[in-house]
């Protein structure tokens, strides 16, 4: 059961994609408060209520116990003292003794969570400027309140197969020779890839939908070689437009008055990597429009993918801010000054970028309302996505687009995904990134993953090596590392024939991570799950933390301690355990529910089936289309008979329906051992244990 409540005047998000009715009365076991502008939604907690949601934020799965704050955020720093990332999902579901209930805040300006952080036993949902539609939902399950809730949001964002394939990145590859480079040292050794990131190194001066011709002398024809390679780039699009007379972005934006204004009229200068820069109005669907069809030049070029940044958004000062900062230090010049003189003294340089001040400098055009930015900020980086997605499907509308973002709302999960944006080469950020997960697949980001090996500060390989045991599930699957950090290919390494090994695992999956991909997608389920929506009767299962559910047959239970050569695990039922070196070497071992210790070198990765269920394997590949998906060996433990429905389809129609891409594989046990069956399918069940 979903109820919608508006308060105040809430502005339209287009996260909610099936428009629910409003109700009035009173909302269930919430207290509404009203606090000057604010509106605050109080619920007390039992003792063991857990609460989950807000997609991509830190911390546990389990978001009890923290105060986090729905502001859209450039910060690298993903520490466990935040209260914000680049994202804001306003989803939170609270599960325990009265049930499962929990609301969804449509607020694209600042909203708080606290969640037992003042008072242990309550939780109060804060809107700071009091203009929402809250959505009360209730349901038997978790599972099924994320059902509930993904059906109003719509459909998640398909990528095309090929989206699924390994992507190298860096902040740093800076000409044509680097990627070319990048690209043949993958295929020399085999190291399965399909794409190749261009950072901003490729512009011209930083400068949107430009590249710099001395550095790519003929990007088609660069284009057209990796794609006969197999191979695709995908190019990064930065939210601010450098200020540059002379530059058709900049300049039609200036004479069609598409860039955001400060109340005097005057456009809104922020600087970021271009140095000025102006920001395009994405509120306005003119100029998502406008700002969509600047993609098809790239496109034209042969690009088919791309990533947008710096969309929370960034800025890393302004004139007006950096004025401020020196009156502050003019005041102070020649004075005998005070500890706390000198604090607001650094604080005001280093207090510049993406300040309040700043994003309350301007104003966008809100259906023909002049709307202060901190009103909407949270919705900047959603509405560059759907400009992004706009352009691509206009360019290509028979063809899925691959897009992802950095910073997102509900809604934006329809129009792309989302990369988890900059982490750093830390242990917990694999925890981290694994969690997060969870959390994004309940808010219908089901395109993600995080910058595998860390993006900023130094990886080491066997950080890498246990991260991209994790990467092998998540759907978008990048090697992102930032300028001037140690180099992060898997060709680096001495470890690189281990590595390339655990890639072969995730090509040699696809057929099922992608049939389960889009079967959620297309259900409206979550892809990863915490084991408490799926065991919600074993109480060992409520608070694990470092586990998930993959689709309706596995569990994942990754490394992601330094040194470790093992882990603990908790089998919720009776499971197999694929033990991968490779896709061609593993071992099978059935094992019983409960507390296991399970030794893992640093070469070896677990991936847990669960009894009575058989998944399908292919031989590989070196990049997706490479791939046969017909040609599967099943892994499983069954006592006589299981089956699988597997989803497939071309990999790139838009409007793809279930039951036309389901195909049966029907398993069964004959004289112990099994024999497996289905159509237009060769399939070999000799890896499948009988018993
Ligand atoms: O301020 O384009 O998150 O992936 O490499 C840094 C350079 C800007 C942030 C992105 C990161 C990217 C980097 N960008």
């Given at each position: 059961?979903?109820?919608?409540?508006?308060?105040?005047?809430?502005?339209?998000?287009?996260?909610?994609?099936?428009?629910?009715?409003?109700?009035?009365?009173?909302?269930?076991?919430?207290?509404?408060?009203?606090?000057?502008?604010?509106?605050?939604?109080?619920?007390?907690?039992?003792?063991?209520?857990?609460?989950?949601?807000?997609?991509?934020?830190?911390?546990?799965?389990?978001?009890?116990?923290?105060?986090?704050?729905?502001?859209?955020?450039?910060?690298?720093?993903?520490?466990?003292?935040?209260?914000?990332?680049?994202?804001?999902?306003?989803?939170?579901?609270?599960?325990?003794?009265?049930?499962?209930?929990?609301?969804?805040?449509?607020?694209?300006?600042?909203?708080?969570?606290?969640?037992?952080?003042?008072?242990?036993?309550?939780?109060?949902?804060?809107?700071?400027?009091?203009?929402?539609?809250?959505?009360?939902?209730?349901?038997?399950?978790?599972?099924?309140?994320?059902?509930?809730?993904?059906?109003?949001?719509?459909?998640?964002?398909?990528?095309?197969k090929w989206g699924l394939g390994y992507i190298q990145s860096r902040w740093g590859y800076t000409t044509e020779e680097d990627l070319r480079e990048v690209a043949k040292n993958h295929r020399e050794r085999h190291i399965p890839i399909d794409m190749l990131s261009m950072d901003i190194d490729y512009m011209e001066d930083f400068k949107d939908f430009t590249w710099d011709a001395k550095?790519?002398?003929?990007?088609?024809?660069?284009?057209?070689?990796?794609?006969?390679?197999?191979?695709?780039?995908?190019?990064?699009?930065?939210?601010?437009?450098?200020?540059?007379?002379?530059?058709?972005?900049?300049?039609?934006?200036?004479?069609?008055?598409?860039?955001?204004?400060?109340?005097?009229?005057?456009?809104?200068?922020?600087?970021?990597?271009?140095?000025?820069?102006?920001?395009?109005?994405?509120?306005?669907?003119?100029?998502?429009?406008?700002?969509?069809?600047?993609?098809?030049?790239?496109?034209?070029?042969?690009?088919?993918?791309?990533?947008?940044?710096?969309?929370?958004?960034?800025?890393?000062?302004?004139?007006?801010?950096?004025?401020?900062?020196?009156?502050?230090?003019?005041?102070?010049?020649?004075?005998?000054?005070?500890?706390?003189?000198?604090f607001d003294l650094k604080d005001a340089f280093t207090g510049m970028s993406n300040s309040m001040a700043d994003y309350t400098r301007f104003y966008h055009d809100v259906d023909g309302q002049q709307v202060r930015h901190d009103k909407v900020h949270n919705l900047y980086g959603a509405m560059m996505t759907k400009a992004g997605a706009q352009g691509m499907k206009s360019f290509n509308?028979?063809?899925?687009?691959?897009?992802?973002?950095?910073?997102?709302?509900?809604?934006?999960?329809?129009?792309?995904?989302?990369?988890?944006?900059?982490?750093?080469?830390?242990?917990?950020?694999?925890?981290?990134?694994?969690?997060?997960?969870?959390?994004?697949?309940?808010?219908?980001?089901?395109?993600?993953?995080?910058?595998?090996?860390?993006?900023?500060?130094?990886?080491?390989?066997?950080?890498?090596?246990?991260?991209?045991?994790?990467?092998?599930?998540?759907?978008?699957?990048?090697?992102?590392?930032?300028?001037?950090?140690?180099?992060?290919?898997?060709?680096?390494?001495?470890?690189?024939?281990?590595?390339?090994?655990?890639?072969?695992?995730?090509?040699?999956?696809?057929?099922?991570?992608?049939?389960?991909?889009?079967?959620?997608?297309?259900?409206?389920?979550?892809?990863?799950?915490?084991?408490?929506?799926?065991?919600?009767?074993?109480?060992?299962?409520?608070?694990?933390?470092?586990?998930?559910?993959?689709?309706?047959?596995?569990?994942?239970?990754?490394?992601?301690?330094?040194?470790?050569?093992?882990?603990?695990?908790?089998?919720?039922?009776?499971?197999?355990?694929?033990?991968?070196?490779?896709?061609?070497?593993?071992?099978?071992?059935?094992?019983?529910?409960?507390?296991?210790?399970?030794?893992?070198?640093?070469?070896?990765?677990?991936?847990?089936?669960?009894?009575?269920?058989?998944?399908?394997?292919?031989?590989?590949?070196?990049?997706?289309?490479?791939?046969?998906?017909?040609?599967?060996?099943?892994?499983?433990?069954?006592?006589?008979?299981?089956?699988?429905?597997?989803?497939?389809?071309?990999?790139?129609?838009?409007?793809?329906?279930?039951?036309?891409?389901?195909?049966?594989?029907?398993?069964?046990?004959?004289?112990?051992?099994?024999?497996?069956?289905?159509?237009?399918?060769?399939?070999?069940?000799?890896?499948?244990?009988?018993?």
């Amino acid at each position: 059961m979903i109820r919608r409540y508006d308060y105040g005047s809430p502005i339209f998000t287009h996260a909610i994609a099936i428009p629910q009715p409003v109700c009035t009365g009173d909302m269930p076991r919430f207290t509404v408060e009203k606090n000057g502008d604010a509106i605050s939604f109080r619920v007390h907690m039992d003792e063991d209520d857990q609460i989950f949601g807000l997609g991509e934020s830190v911390r546990g799965i389990n978001k009890r116990g923290h105060r986090y704050r729905a502001w859209c955020s450039d910060d690298f720093s993903h520490t466990e003292d935040k209260a914000s990332l680049y994202a804001s999902h306003n989803l939170v579901l609270f599960s325990g003794k009265s049930g499962v209930f929990g609301l969804y805040v449509d607020d694209p300006g600042a909203v708080t969570f606290d969640l037992g952080y003042t008072r242990g036993d309550e939780a109060v949902i804060t809107s700071e400027n009091g203009n929402c539609s809250v959505y009360y939902i209730e349901a038997d399950t978790l599972i099924g309140a994320v059902k509930e809730f993904r059906h109003i949001i719509g459909r998640s964002y398909l990528p095309p197969k090929w989206g699924l394939g390994y992507i190298q990145s860096r902040w740093g590859y800076t000409t044509e020779e680097d990627l070319r480079e990048v690209a043949k040292n993958h295929r020399e050794r085999h190291i399965p890839i399909d794409m190749l990131s261009m950072d901003i190194d490729y512009m011209e001066d930083f400068k949107d939908f430009t590249w710099d011709a001395k550095k790519f002398p003929d990007l088609k024809a660069m284009i057209s070689d990796f794609k006969a390679d197999n191979l695709r780039v995908v190019p990064i699009i930065d939210a601010g437009v450098k200020l540059c007379p002379g530059d058709p972005t900049y300049d039609e934006g200036v004479e069609k008055g598409y860039f955001v204004k400060k109340e005097d009229g005057s456009t809104f200068i922020g600087a970021v990597w271009p140095g000025k820069a102006v920001f395009p109005d994405f509120m306005r669907n003119d100029v998502r429009q406008w700002f969509g069809d600047k993609y098809h030049g790239m496109l034209e070029a042969g690009v088919e993918a791309f990533w947008n940044d710096m969309n929370e958004p960034a800025i890393f000062y302004s004139e007006e801010g950096l004025d401020d900062a020196y009156a502050k230090a003019d005041e102070l010049r020649g004075k005998n000054i005070g500890v706390y003189d000198y604090f607001d003294l650094k604080d005001a340089f280093t207090g510049m970028s993406n300040s309040m001040a700043d994003y309350t400098r301007f104003y966008h055009d809100v259906d023909g309302q002049q709307v202060r930015h901190d009103k909407v900020h949270n919705l900047y980086g959603a509405m560059m996505t759907k400009a992004g997605a706009q352009g691509m499907k206009s360019f290509n509308p028979d063809k899925r687009h691959l897009l992802f973002s950095r910073a997102s709302f509900i809604g934006a999960h329809r129009d792309g995904g989302v990369w988890q944006g900059d982490n750093f080469s830390w242990w917990s950020h694999i925890l981290l990134n694994m969690r997060e997960l969870a959390g994004m697949n309940m808010c219908g980001f089901l395109y993600t993953g995080a910058d595998l090996g860390g993006f900023g500060q130094n990886t080491t390989e066997d950080l890498l090596q246990r991260w991209l045991q994790l990467g092998v599930f998540t759907p978008l699957m990048r090697n992102h590392a930032a300028l001037g950090t140690r180099d992060q290919e898997i060709y680096r390494f001495s470890m690189q024939e281990d590595m390339k090994n655990i890639l072969t695992v995730r090509y040699a999956l696809l057929p099922y991570l992608y049939s389960e991909f889009m079967k959620c997608a297309l259900t409206g389920s979550s892809m990863f799950r915490p084991l408490a929506f799926d065991y919600p009767q074993d109480p060992a299962c409520l608070r694990i933390e470092d586990q998930l559910m993959l689709g309706g047959e596995c569990m994942i239970a990754p490394v992601y301690e330094q040194n470790a050569r093992g882990r603990n695990v908790y089998l919720p039922e009776d499971m197999l355990l694929v033990r991968f070196r490779s896709a061609e070497d593993y071992c099978l071992i059935p094992m019983e529910k409960g507390r296991h210790w399970i030794d893992l070198e640093l070469n070896e990765m677990p991936l847990f089936i669960r009894k009575g269920c058989v998944i399908p394997m292919s031989r590989g590949g070196e990049w997706v289309g490479g791939v046969d998906f017909t040609d599967l060996t099943l892994l499983g433990w069954i006592d006589c008979a299981s089956c699988y429905k597997l989803y497939n389809d071309d990999g790139f129609t838009t409007s793809p329906v279930l039951e036309e891409g389901l195909r049966t594989i029907r398993c069964k046990a004959e004289g112990g051992r099994a024999d497996a069956a289905g159509e237009g399918l060769r399939l070999d069940a000799a890896k499948v244990i009988v018993g």
